[in-house]
């Protein structure tokens, strides 16, 4: 059965990856780049999110899903959607519309937005079609598009959502310890964090758990490991939002 698309909606995806070597937090862009064929005058040359039209027969989720797999390869990372953007000058900028012509893009799309969440080392870049590259956050490249407005909102959302709830266990590794749960908050939020009480009030969370192993390979005195335990992060929401009610 032939997917036909949707001429005048898309998704558009803010992939977060944060690099554990770096302590940074990163967001992947592909390069756009566009030469016209008369007197191979450049007519792009920049960086934008990766986004595609959605398909009649597919929700949104699974669109956004779509296009995290091209780019990356992975499925069932975390994502959220959480804004639509649908400016009608957005597509409209001089130095996007050559771009806009040979994608057939409708000059009156709207985009809905989503954010995924992952570790950069889950994503293997070498021979990627998109040419994709990793940027931090705070150093981004020259962008097309309004794809400067949809991270900025991503991130703004992102530093909201990480004060309310678990996610930032996405970015970290099964085992951890509380220096890198602490690194990957003063990344996000870019702030400094007091070491001691940040470990004072993660290590009485009952979803953080100590384990009987401890880091290898360091040259420091190595640190206790921990994880994070979803159920029980799950049944103490729950029971929380019923005493709520």
């Known amino acids: 059965m032939e997917n036909n698309i949707i001429r005048n909606i898309s998704v558009d995806c803010v992939v977060f990856g944060y690099d554990t070597n770096t302590k940074s937090l ?9 030469e016209s064929k008369d007197n191979s005058e450049i007519l792009a040359d920049d960086y934008v999110l990766t986004g595609l039209h959605i398909y009649e027969n597919e929700t949104l989720d699974e669109s956004a899903a779509r296009v995290l797999k091209e780019l990356t390869g992975l499925t069932n990372i975390y994502k959220k959607q959480f ?4 400016n009608p000058k957005r597509l409209m900028d001089e130095k996007d519309l050559p771009w806009v012509k040979i994608e057939e893009f409708n000059l009156r799309t709207i985009t809905i937005a989503y954010y995924f969440l992952l570790k950069t080392e889950d994503v293997n870049l070498k021979n990627n079609k998109h040419k994709a590259k ?3 956050v705070r150093e981004l490249p020259k962008l097309g598009f309004d794809h400067k407005q949809i991270i900025k909102e991503a991130y703004d959302d992102l530093k909201i959502k990480c004060l309310s709830e678990p996610i930032i ?5 099964d085992k951890f310890t509380i220096n ?3 690194d990957v908050y003063q990344s996000i939020l870019d702030i400094e964090i007091d070491n001691r009480n940040f470990r004072r009030k993660l290590i009485n969370k009952k979803y953080i758990i100590p384990l009987d192993e401890k880091q290898v390979g360091v ?15 799950e049944k103490i929401f729950q029971k929380n939002y019923l005493i709520s009610m």
Do not use: C, H, T
Not at 219 to 233: E, G, N, R, T
């Open 180 to 182: 890198d749960v602490q």
């Open 134 to 136: 990793w940027f931090p």
């Open 219 to 233: 040259s420091k005195k190595p640190a206790q490991l921990y994880m994070f335990s979803k159920d029980i992060y």
């Open 169 to 173: 266990f996405e970015l970290l590794p």
């Open 83 to 86: 804004k639509a953007f649908g």
């Open 26 to 34: 990163n967001i992947l862009l592909i390069k756009r780049y566009l």
